[in-house]
């Protein structure tokens, strides 16, 4: 079945600066790609997703890349805020049930 | 946040009592999901339900059973809690499968002792 890697585990950087965190999946089949942001006691919420037709896709600060071939993709904070301090999971639909397999999520902190 | 709710949002129980955890929604979406999340393990699907009465296993279904007699409702049944059923619990609904935006509940943190 469908396996997604994620890392790194934690990231720390400064405000303004840039955070990358890149996952990794096994599937060759799987064609959707969501990023989740979870704060402290909240619920996952979607912040951005890719499809397998596109190699590229920003949303303002957020952007997210993908490589069909290398089975990878990542996601790009720009300058970043305190407020982005957050759990990231990335995710990618595959295997034979098309279900979101979830990585094991990224903890970003973002220092003042 | 997508008309999602979860109840309880709080139990603590002890080991061997049933348990059932409820998820209803107003978005009148097919498919709703439990996940069950754990430090170091992200998201693991439990079951899953793809209409009325449809449902079928996730990743980590073992102890763990589920229903769905309406279309805004879907229940998780522990029958028998262990310690390692402790974690936070999080229903989700979407549209369609695999290829859309799934909304996440506010979670249930379920305590074992």
């Known amino acids: 079945g469908e396996n997604v890697e994620q890392h790194p585990s934690t990231l720390s950087v400064q405000e303004g600066d840039s955070a990358v965190i890149k996952c990794t999946y096994s599937?060759?089949?799987?064609?959707?790609f969501p990023w989740y942001k979870q704060e402290l006691g909240k619920r996952p919420q979607l912040i951005i997703d890719?499809?397998?037709?596109?190699g590229e896709k920003k949303d303002q600060r957020i952007a997210v890349t993908l490589n069909k071939t290398a089975k990878h993709f990542s996601l790009h904070i720009t300058e970043t805020q305190p407020e982005d301090s957050a759990v990231y999971f990335c995710a990618a639909s595959g295997g034979s049930q098309g279900n979101l397999i979830f990585g094991k999520g990224t903890k970003l902190s973002v220092k003042p | 946040d997508a008309g999602i709710t979860q109840s309880p949002r709080h139990k603590v129980t002890e080991t061997g009592t049933p348990v059932t955890l409820r998820c209803h929604q107003t978005e009148n979406h097919r498919y709703m999901y439990w996940y069950r999340q754990d430090p170091g393990h992200g998201l693991r699907l439990i079951h899953y339900?793809?209409?009325?009465?449809?449902?079928d296993k996730g990743e980590v279904s073992d102890g763990y059973s589920v229903s769905r007699s309406k279309t805004e409702d879907f229940l998780l049944t522990l029958e028998s809690a262990t310690s390692s059923q402790t974690s936070v619990y999080f229903c989700?609904?979407?549209?369609?499968?695999?290829?859309?935006?799934?909304?996440f509940g506010p979670g249930t943190r379920l305590t074992v002792t």
């Open positions: 599937d060759s089949a799987s064609n959707y």
């Open positions: 890719i499809r397998s037709n596109v």
């Open positions: 989700a609904i979407s549209e369609s499968k695999g290829r859309a935006e799934q909304y």
């Open positions: 339900s793809y209409g009325v009465k449809d449902t």
